[in-house]
């Protein structure tokens, strides 16, 4: 059953829980909990669309490198630069490097990748689906015995959550590149002294915990991009919408779990 | 045969190996920096007081990181015990008799353990050996000596604010001197007599250097071979000669001290009227008396000339004269 009879049947009978709208945002919690169950299933049971993954990778990871490469470099020279008047205030701008590390790869290149990835991989998915659906692909595809759920939702999600910590890599080495070149401008810093300085005071955990993020937040974009788009409804605006809510749902999702990912790496720090 | 249709595996296969490169470029980078792939033992120090030392902070030994802080843990009551991976490589260099303190890196950077000391006649440290602790000056004990500090500059600027006032008040000597033109004038005048002084004392110095400069030419010819001088000074023979002279001075010197003894002894016997010429020339009496005599002995040889040359007139002797006159 679809998500939305559910709530047309609980418009048709009028009688609410709490109130209309806060019952349908629990309703929306339970048929997202239920097409995150119908994933795992799905991901885990043969056949395996490996070849529809590898075609998802190539359009989620490497058309997005340049847009992220670009943002990530930005990121880089823009702390670095915003960040030097307040240590050098105090004489402390050869901590600059130990800075822009911990906060590009702890924080900013997880979280800019994911938003990123959120405003062209989810948009993208959300409009993608969900014209499929209106136009009744996806119902074509269930009549010719093709698991549409699989093939259209599934390696989607596995590809976005694979790519995402990739791209999260290439962000914080260009963003780590795009800091350099600002230190360097402006404190003739060496290479060497740089990443000496920077990989200091960083730790494995950071790393990881850095990993580890990008993961969940793959894993969200796809979800969020796929449930909307999967489930639109209404035409052409119902398109738009979905491409909306996908990314609007991503990115207010990607904050909250940074929020409670940051909170569980600090207990173990 | 199976064929690739698309580029598309290729290009993502390239795209997740890179990825996967700089992950673990940055692993290992990391890792070479935090000492993790490097060979470690385990050496411990009991500290009362660590300061917020943590575990994967540094340790140092003359200013270069030589491991971490493998553990923090406490010890007996209060103390904390700080378990460290130094490495092997360091550890040569490391001896037993080596303090370990708390130190931090910069003013406000983190804590780190700081190893220094030791003597090479002990043995390098082992694995489990225990460091000997050094109380460290922590921020604390500087803020408490800071603040000391404060309490005096306070103090100064109070006693520098009365005096000030008082100056102002126009009490006191700097008071008058500020405010009286005459005395400002002596002090002119005083000052111009110190300079004139200086310019003398200058003068006298440069005199006293031509006098050094003189004495070190003089000394320069003292040192001058063959001269008499060097000759008094460095001839040994000369010297002995010189030595034998003055024993013999002093042996003179002797004598006519004696002489000069008896002398006086004799004199001081003239001077005494209990012999004869002490008499003659102390007494007056008797220098009156002998006076008289003197002139009646003058008298007496007088008129004995006279009998004399009547003698020879007289015809009993004149045949003798006559004989001694033609001899």
Redesign the interface.
């Known amino acids: 059953m679809e998500p939305d009879s559910e709530k047309n049947k609980l418009s048709q009978t009028k009688k609410y829980f709490i109130s209309r709208r806060i019952d349908e945002f629990f309703i929306d919690i339970h048929n997202v909990s239920k097409f995150i169950v119908r994933f795992f299933k799905e991901a885990f049971l043969p056949p395996y669309e490996f070849q529809e993954i590898?075609?998802q990778?190539?359009e989620v990871?490497?058309k997005s490198?340049f847009l992220i490469s670009l943002t990530g470099f930005i990121t880089g020279i823009v702390f670095t630069k915003q960040s030097r008047p307040s240590l050098s205030t105090f004489g402390a701008s050869s901590w600059l490097p130990s800075l822009i590390s911990i906060a590009i790869i702890r924080a900013l290149a997880p979280l800019v990748t994911a938003l990123i990835a959120a405003g062209k991989v989810g948009s993208n998915m959300g409009a993608e689906l969900g014209s499929m659906k209106v136009t009744e692909q996806i119902d074509a595809m269930e009549v010719s015995a093709t698991n549409p759920f699989k093939f259209l939702v599934v390696t989607r999600v596995i590809a976005i959550t694979?790519?995402l910590?990739?791209?999260v890599?290439?962000t914080?080495?260009i963003g780590m590149i795009g800091s350099y070149l600002n230190v360097h401008h402006n404190e003739l810093t060496s290479y060497r002294a740089f990443?000496?300085s920077a990989?200091?005071t960083?730790?494995?955990l950071d790393?990881f915990s850095s990993?580890i993020k990008s993961v969940v937040f793959g894993f969200t974009i796809g979800i969020a991009g796929c449930y909307q788009g999967y489930y639109a409804q209404g035409g052409t605006q119902g398109v738009g919408r979905a491409a909306n809510k996908a990314v609007v749902i991503a990115m207010f999702m990607v904050f909250i779990e940074e929020m409670i990912i940051v909170q569980f790496v600090n207990a173990i720090r | 045969m199976k064929t690739i249709k698309?580029n598309?595996?290729v290009?993502?296969g390239i795209?997740?190996f890179?990825?996967?490169v700089?992950?673990v470029i940055?692993?290992f980078?990391?890792?070479n920096?935090?000492k993790?792939f490097v060979k470690a033992f385990a050496v411990n120090a009991v500290f009362n007081d660590v300061g917020g030392l943590q575990e994967?902070n540094n340790v140092w030994f003359s200013g270069v990181k030589v491991g971490i802080v493998k553990k923090v843990s406490f010890y007996a009551n209060f103390q904390v015990l700080v378990t460290m991976n130094i490495e092997k490589t360091a550890a040569a260099h490391i001896h037993k008799d080596a303090k370990a303190k708390i130190g931090s890196d910069g003013l406000i950077g983190n804590k780190i353990v700081i190893i220094y000391g030791g003597s090479v006649a002990t043995a390098p440290v082992a694995k489990d050996d225990f460091l000997t602790v050094e109380k460290a000056l922590s921020t604390e004990d500087m803020l408490v000596t800071l603040q000391a500090n404060n309490k005096n500059l306070l103090e100064i600027t109070n006693s520098f604010k009365s005096i000030t006032k008082k100056i102002d008040s126009g009490s006191g000597a700097i008071a008058t001197l500020l405010n009286d033109a005459s005395l400002s004038n002596k002090l002119k005048v005083t000052m111009n007599n110190l300079q004139a002084t200086t310019a003398n004392f200058e003068a006298a110095s440069l005199n006293s250097r031509n006098v050094i400069s003189s004495l070190q030419t003089f000394t320069a010819k003292l040192n001058t071979p063959g001269s008499l001088s060097n000759e008094l000074v460095s001839d040994t023979t000369v010297f002995n000669n010189l030595r034998s002279t003055a024993i013999k001075l002093k042996e003179s010197a002797d004598t006519a001290f004696q002489f000069l003894d008896n002398l006086k002894t004799v004199s001081e016997n003239l001077n005494r009227k209990d012999n004869a010429v002490g008499v003659i020339l102390n007494d007056t009496a008797v220098a009156s008396s002998l006076k008289n005599t003197i002139k009646t002995l003058e008298l007496s040889s007088q008129k004995l000339n006279e009998d004399l040359e009547a003698a020879q007139h007289n015809f009993l002797l004149k045949g003798y004269f006559k004989k001694a006159g033609k001899r």
């Open positions: 590898i075609k990778c190539y990871g490497y490198l694979c790519m910590p990739i791209l890599m290439y914080g080495f990443f000496k990989f200091g960083i730790s494995f790393i990993v | 698309t598309h595996p290009t993502v795209f997740v890179l990825g996967l700089i992950l940055a692993v980078t990391l890792g920096q935090k993790t994967g």
